[in-house]
């Protein structure tokens, strides 16, 4: 090390600009970096783990060797800085600005409606942006891989794919409906293509010039090429970061620091530092060791540099696989196919080799391949250099290798396969992408010439224990033998015996588990089958190949109404507008609360959860906090100087816990301090002690055994439910239970509280869906009155309905700091935090009898619902109203009784989310629904039919109502889909095909629109003419990506009769519009659009006699002349909803304003043995009367589809046995990602439908859909019916929602689940509770 100067300037471009930073701190990420010292806040922060993508940047690097310039996509959450020396990254700001030109992939993911809450559009627009600089023509396969590590909560990804298509070669895409479109092969293609109304118009697009871009600062090649080695140290607070510049000084290093990490990628110590609280004092960084990138090829095979990241291994192995014949790359073939489907690319990017295999993960990708295919590592310490075959002595246990501490990899040897030799991985993941596998395998085998042996056989599996695990006694089995049935069969009992997980197995899914290492081991079996077939070694019939899922997105369709032909052009209503913020959440321009600049003296707040679900707190001791560095004070309820607590219905919600917690998470006090570092580390440091306090109540059931309620219990009934069931022909009893779910928007709970510095008065910026809500909280909370209290929403990232109460009570907690400290005061959870504090979805039991007649009539019903609410009451008692409000769904049932519950648990608060309790009530009918078909072995959709409300009818609680639209809907989805032969043709699929099967659904929904809380049914605006002619609109909805402004701009352009380029909508605000409703129930643009309509028809009229004199003159003259001739121009709407109601007692009311309509079907391919499904086609047809904006409603239609598909299909949230959230982040949470798009997404509004009750005639649509996304699990379901006949299985079954891969694969009840022995409920303790 003496031979080298020691350099602590960190040199490196930003978007052409030059940063020296000479005190880099080791424990600054870019993305705090760009946001907080730059003032880049256009990286968006989401989760801070790598698993979101909001946060992606491109990172450029020169390449002396090669004198090449490499671009890629990396997390800027998890990119050190300090790593970064010599490197130009690109953020969304670098790409393109509304002040110089917008970048192509700006615009079209903007003008395709790609963009709706825009949290998420930057990251998009970073990974499409990082692909065209490498590959300006990319296939489709190029845009699903490039945007898989990206995550949106609002748009379900369609239009965004379909932005991005526009870059593809012709060749590849087919022309999205247009004459000759692959879309339209059977339909009639008669209609001149001009006809179709199309949501964006591709030839506007600018085109793409690679010229324009960026170029790569010269000053960085001359470095590169120039610069002599010098070790680089920064050394920060608590951490030392040294890279070195050689291999020698790096082995010098290790040996003298064997405990310090080598940090190549970050993306494991980053999260273990982030997530886990690690330190690590000393942090070596070789990236500059040329060493560890060396790739050399011998006859044997090739040895790869372990600082290689995946993404330079997959380029290596599809390079070799090109450039060497099949049987030498059976190996090679494997890893690819194993790192195309690792993590996201942004991941693969940084990740390096050697940093996948040394960070020992129990379910790495890499590792059981390496290990069967015989590969080893290169080391080196001082002691010198040995080869260390990657076998099953490698793996030692978690995190654990029989190499040295200080030893480092120096590279990886990969061979060639041999002939005779096959080689194959297999992996199945919560989700296809981007997620951790739940069991990984890498199996090798090889055969003695002329394949009648088995000389050699290597099978090593992740997931299935602590490390990665060799199936020694499986091999000794096979080896030896000819491979045949008979070898096989004892295979898998050997196996089966030799890797047993016990049933309390952390990360549980144990039987899932264990079927998939057999499955595995069976499709190898096929695969080698197969192998040998056509090598003519067997020559009896082949064996059933199983192809891999379909994944290619295609084209869709979108058919919405043309504006009818006598509209002015320049009146925007009915037309595909663009949201009207698209092009700045592009630009990433657009500001969302924490993007807000630090106030002087500005301080952050972190809060401090209970760890105990149920306890009495015995300290609190906050000293050793107050002693940290950046500490300013920490906040507990004895500070709360006015109401401590958030009342509803006669409930009490403590906003800080003083003597008492009832969930973890609970919030205790929360720690300020002048950096977010600091107030996190403050946080830490609170010790509370507690005493735990008798019998938590976690699960539904045991609520209902301990009678834990929160009162009162609703219920419904119509009929005479009791008497029916003694006259029908069958009675049918079932079980339902259905998970909850995470909101998961995509921007975390965000506020600042400005004290303005006199008579109390606060400014808060807050991210909520109800400003007024937060008002009176602060208020109520400060003791002082609402007039001092103004909220500001300019926009939130996503809210879902997760941005109302638990908002208050954080901005509450906020705005006690900002009052005591008298300072700005800025809290932003974390993603854990947020996840683990704020509650979601109430998962729900529901419980069932049904009687009906042989001929499919659905007399009776009587169903229990009860819904987990955790710890506080929060919405929980109008949610459970609403489940019994919608459970006749479309059907008329002419005995129904619901009876629905609240229970009392020790788990965070379940709050309002999308659909607010109807995706669950309605689930548990549809499902009894299917069950009714099952027994009478009937098409469901027969059922369905027959059950159907018909005519003028009436619902349960006596709301009379015409369900035409709704039967036009399902006929013409019928139509539309091909309904009956498509069935047909899944039925030959499932004749032809014994390990995959195909389902098909087709679900109506009839959903209530508004408040059944009547006075929630208001809405009031406030429009300004300023001189200039431009207006300002300000309303009481709130923008959360639902595209409200967008819709209100419209009105107000039609109402005044200008162009929609001179209004502008600031935000929404308690200081404009007073004591507003929240944006929620579908009723935003209804009420809202309202009271615009009203001030801008006042207005109008106030400008009549001004037109009548100058009718010619533009509209700015006209408001000119209005102000010289005294005339207020500003008016204040309003709107006054109905007068809806809902009696319990007598159990009638009218508690919505109408009904929106819909009918979705879908249709999966399931693979049986795994579980892996793929949407394959979707059709949905909607009946939104006259749509106010067809991209917006479709937006709002397929971005709720796919929340549903999430939610039941996909979104799994575990809690342990003492009621911690395990599910805290992106990684172990998975939302619906690019890879479960349905491959054909078609959407239909009805056509002809009007409506009397809503603004131009249209129909709330923000909710309704996300039902719709259970046809995906009732297709699965089908498919699994169709599996589980071949093993003479018939009639109905219980399948819980979410349908995962686990419980597909476990109902399918192939040979390989039914040899797993389940374990016996009662003698262990399960990792995960049922909640
Ligand atoms: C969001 C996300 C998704 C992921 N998905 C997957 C997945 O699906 N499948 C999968 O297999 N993995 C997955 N991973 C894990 C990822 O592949 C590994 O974290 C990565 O390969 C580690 O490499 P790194 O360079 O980032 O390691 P670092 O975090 O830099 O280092 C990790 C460890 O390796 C040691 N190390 C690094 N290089 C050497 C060396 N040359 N010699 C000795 N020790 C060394 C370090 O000391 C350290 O202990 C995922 C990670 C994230 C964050
Ligand atoms: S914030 Fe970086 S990936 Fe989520
Ligand atoms: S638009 Fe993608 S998360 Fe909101």
Redesign the pocket.
């Known amino acids: 090390m003496s031979a080298v100067k020691e350099g602590n300037t960190l040199s490196l471009f930003v978007n052409g600009k030059k940063i020296t930073e000479n005190h880099a701190d080791p424990e600054t990420m870019l993305l705090s970096f760009l946001r907080e010292k730059l003032r880049l806040t256009g990286t968006k922060y989401g989760c801070g783990?790598?698993?979101c993508g909001a946060c992606t940047v491109m990172v450029s690097r020169y390449q002396p060797a090669t004198k090449t310039i490499t671009h890629y996509s990396a997390n800027a959450c998890?990119l050190p800085l300090c790593q970064l020396h010599g490197a130009a990254v690109t953020t969304v700001e670098g790409v393109g600005s509304t002040k110089t030109r917008i970048h192509p992939v700006q615009e079209r993911i903007a003008k395709a409606h790609g963009s709706q809450c825009g949290f998420c559009t930057p990251g998009m627009v970073m990974s499409m942006y990082t692909l065209l600089r490498n590959k300006p023509q990319p296939t489709m396969e190029d845009i699903t891989q490039a945007l898989a590590g990206n995550l949106c909560r609002c748009t379900g990804y369609r239009p965004i794919i379909d932005g991005c298509r526009t870059f593809c070669q012709e060749a590849d895409c087919c022309k999205a409906n247009g004459a000759n479109c692959c879309l339209n092969e059977g339909e009639s293609t008669d209609e001149p293509q001009h006809e179709t109304p199309q949501l964006f118009d591709k030839s506007e697009f600018l085109p793409l010039d690679p010229t324009q871009e960026l170029i790569f600062p010269p000053e960085l090649i001359l470095m590169a090429e120039t610069a002599s080695p010098q070790t680089l140290t920064f050394r920060g607070e608590r951490m030392s970061w040294v890279s070195p510049a050689s291999l020698e000084e790096l082995v010098q290093l290790k040996t003298s620091n064997p405990k310090a990490?080598?940090?190549?990628?970050?993306?494991?110590?980053?999260?273990d530092i982030k997530f886990k609280g690690v330190l690590h004092p000393l942090i070596i960084s070789?990236t500059r060791v040329t060493e560890?990138f060396e790739v050399t090829q011998t006859p044997q095979g090739v040895f790869v540099g372990?600082?290689c990241s995946?993404s330079e291994l997959l380029s290596l192995l599809e390079k070799l696989v090109h450039q060497f014949p099949e049987e030498k790359t059976e190996l090679f073939r494997a890893l690819i196919q194993q790192l195309r489907?690792?993590?996201?690319q942004q991941?693969r990017n940084?990740?390096?080799l050697?940093?996948?295999i040394?960070?020992v993960?129990p379910?790495?990708?890499?590792n059981p391949v390496l290990a069967a295919g015989n590969c080893k590592v290169i080391v080196i310490s001082s002691g010198g250099r040995r080869d260390v075959p990657l076998n099953q002595d490698f793996f030692v246990s978690f995190g654990k290798t029989i190499?040295k501490p200080d030893?480092?990899?120096?590279s990886v040897f990969i061979p060639f396969s041999r002939k005779g030799e096959f080689v194959r991985a297999f992996r199945q993941?919560p989700r296809k992408e981007?997620?951790?596998?739940t069991v990984t395998t890498g199996m090798r085998v090889f055969f003695s010439e002329g394949f009648r042996l088995v000389e050699d056989v290597g099978i090593y599996y992740g997931g299935l224990g602590p490390t990665t695990v060799s199936a020694a006694k499986t091999c000794t089995a096979i080896v030896t033998r000819p491979w045949d049935d008979e070898t096989l069969s004892r295979a898998y009992d050997v196996l089966l015996d030799e890797l047993v997980l016990p049933p309390s197995a952390p990360g549980g899914k144990v039987e899932f588990r264990r079927s998939l290492a057999l499955s595995f081991l069976f499709k190898f079996n096929l695969e080698v089958l197969q192998k040998l077939t056509e090598l003519n070694v067997i020559t009896d019939e082949p064996p059933e190949k199983i192809h891999p899922l379909p994944r290619e997105i295609q084209p869709s369709l979108q058919e919405f109404q043309r504006v009818s032909e006598g509209q002015n052009d320049q009146d925007p209503v009915g037309r595909p507008i663009m949201h009207r913020s698209a092009i700045s959440q592009a630009t990433g321009e657009a500001v969302y609360c924490d993007d807000l600049p630090r106030t002087d003296g500005e301080l952050f707040l972190a809060v401090v959860t209970s760890s105990r679900a149920h306890a009495k707190i015995t300290s609190l001791d906050v000293s050793e906090a107050l002693q940290l560095p950046g500490v300013v004070d920490v906040i507990t309820a004895k500070d709360i100087p006015g109401q401590k607590v958030r009342s509803a219905f006669g409930y009490d919600e403590e906003l800080l816990a003083q003597t008492e917690v009832s969930c973890i998470g609970q919030m205790i006090c929360a720690v300020v301090a002048d950096t977010r570092a600091h107030a996190k580390r403050g946080a830490a440091a609170v010790k509370i002690s507690y005493e735990d306090l008798p019998g938590p109540v976690f699960t539904i059931e045991e609520a209902i055994e301990k009678s834990s309620f929160f009162e009162p219990q609703r219920t419904l009934e119509k009929g005479n439910v009791t008497e029916a069931f003694k006259t029908v022909d069958q009675v049918y009893e079932g079980v339902m239970r259905m998970g909850g779910q995470e909101h998961f928007y995509m921007e975390t709970q965000s506020m600042l509280v400005v004290p303005v510095g006199e008579e109390t008065e606060f400014n808060v910026y807050v991210s909520t869906q109800w400003p007024t809500a937060a008002q009176e909280a602060v208020a109520e909370t400060l003791d002082i009155p609402s007039n001092r209290v103004t909220c500001h929403v300019k926009r939130i990232g996503g809210a879902f309905g997760g941005k109302v109460t638990k908002t208050a009570i954080l901005a509450s907690i906020t705005s006690v700091a900002a009052w005591k400290t008298n300072r700005a005061v800025r809290c932003v959870l974390e993603r854990g935090e947020d996840m683990l504090i704020t509650g979601g979805r109430h998962p729900i039991l529901g419980k069932y009898k049904v009687g009906f007649m042989n001929d499919g009539r659905i007399m009776a019903a009587d169903i229990q619902y009860h819904t987990n609410a955790g710890n506080a009451i929060d919405e929980s008692l109008l949610i459970v109203e609403k489940v019994l409000l919608h459970m006749d769904n479309a059907y008329n049932f002419p005995n129904l009784r619901g009876r629905a519950a609240a229970c009392r648990t020790n788990l965070p608060s379940n709050t309002a989310f999308r659909g607010f309790g109807v995706p669950q009530s309605i689930m548990v009918v549809e499902n009894m629904v299917n069950d009714v078909a099952m027994v009478l072995e009937r098409p469901v959709d027969q059922i369905r039919e027959i059950n159907m409300y018909k005519g003028p009818s009436v619902t349960p609680y006596k709301f009379e109502f015409s369900p035409e639209n709704m039967r036009r809907c399902w006929e013409e989805c019928k139509v539309k889909s091909d309904y009956g032969a498509r069935r047909r043709a899944v039925e030959r699929f499932n004749q032809q095909n014994r390990w995959k099967k195909k389902g098909m659904s087709i679900i109506p929904i009839k959903y209530g629109i508004a408040f059944a809380e009547s006075f929630l049914n208001q809405a009031a605006a406030l429009v300004h003419i300023y001189k200039d002619g431009s207006v300002l609109v300000t309303h009481g909805g709130t923008e959360m990506g639902q595209g409200i402004h967008t819709k209100m701009q419209q009105v107000a352009s039609r109402e005044l009769r200008i162009p929609p380029s001179k209004i502008y909508i600031s935000e929404t605000s308690t200081n404009t519009v007073p004591n507003t409703c929240p944006s929620g129930a579908s009723f935003g643009t209804d009420a809202n659009g309202m009271a615009v309509k009203n001030a801008c028809q006042t207005l109008y009229q106030r400008l009549e006699p001004i037109r009548q004199k100058n009718p010619k003159e533009p509209w700015e003259s006209w408001v000119r002349a209005a102000f010289f001739e005294k005339i207020s121009l500003s008016a204040t709407g309003f709107h006054r909803g109905p007068d809806l109601y809902m009696d319990w007692e007598k159990m009638e009311g009218q508690p919505y304003a109408y009904f929106t309509y819909g009918v979705c079907c879908c249709e999966v391919e399931l693979d049986c043995l795994t579980g892996d499904y793929r949407t394959v086609r979707t059709d949905i047809v909607v009946d939104i009367g006259r749509s106010v904006n067809p991209s917006v409603d479709i937006g709002q239609i397929e971005g709720a589809f796919m929340q549903g598909l999430g939610l039941y299909t996909l979104e799994e949230l575990k809690f342990s046995p003492s009621g911690l959230l395990y599910t805290r982040g992106p990684?172990q949470y998975k939302i619906p990602a690019v890879c479960d798009v349905p491959l054909r997404f078609n959407v239909y509004l009805l056509s002809d439908s009007n409506n009397p009750h809503a603004i131009y005639s249209s129909k709330g649509i923000g909710e309704p859909i996300l039902f719709l996304g259970s046809s995906v699990f009732f297709a699965i379901k089908d498919a699994v019916a169709a599996a589980r006949s071949e093993s003479g299985l018939v009639g109905p079954f219980s399948l819980d929602s979410p349908a995962t891969a686990e419980r597909a694969c476990l109902a399918c009840a192939s040979p390989f689940t039914q040899k797993i022995p389940a374990g016996k409920p009662g003698s262990f303790k399960p990792w995960a509770l049922n909640i």
Request: glycine share 18%.
């Open positions: 783990g790598g698993g998890l990490p080598l940090v190549m990628g970050n993306t494991n110590i980053g999260p070789p560890l372990a600082g995946l489907n690792l993590g996201s991941i940084v990740a390096s050697g940093g996948n040394m960070s993960y379910n790495s990708d890499l190499l030893e480092i990899v120096v993941a981007s997620a951790f596998a990684s």
